[in-house]
């Protein structure tokens, strides 16, 4: 499948879906500062996907493409957190933590077809 714009890639769909996961999930957190950064770099994955895609060149997406991988890399680290602050139950934790893992394969899989 050709890819034509920015909606078609599957990593750009996921990264959508796992935002509203997030947002959905941390709605209800007091801790405001938490929330704001999570949702901030899980919005962060696709935004970069995208702006990436309309770049000029193969180089410019791939840059945009490792911006995206790093925030995802970032959500991680902060739902791990969250599970230890006890601001996520045990199977939200392990079920947005799996969604972030599944985005950098596809991400990196991306990374690779452009070289």
């Known amino acids: ?3 034509i714009k920015f909606e ?3 990593a ?3 990264s959508q879906d796992f935002a509203v996961e997030i947002y959905s999930s941390f709605k209800e957190s007091k801790d ?3 929330r704001n950064q ?3 770099a ?3 994955i696709s935004n970069n996907i995208a702006e990436g895609f309309d770049r000029s060149s193969n180089a410019d997406f791939k840059r945009f493409l490792y911006m995206s991988l790093a925030s995802c890399s970032e959500v991680k680290s902060m ?3 969250a599970k230890r602050l006890e601001y996520l139950n045990e199977k939200t934790s392990k079920t947005l933590i799996l969604q972030s893992e599944e985005i950098s394969k596809i991400i990196n899989g991306f990374i690779k077809s452009l070289k």
């Open 42 to 44: 899980t919005v962060s």
């Open 1 to 3: 499948m050709k890819i």
């Open 12 to 14: 750009w769909q996921k």
């Open 79 to 81: 739902l791990i957190l």
């Open 32 to 34: 405001w500062d938490f």
């Open 8 to 10: 078609d890639i599957i």
């Open 38 to 40: 999570i949702c901030r």
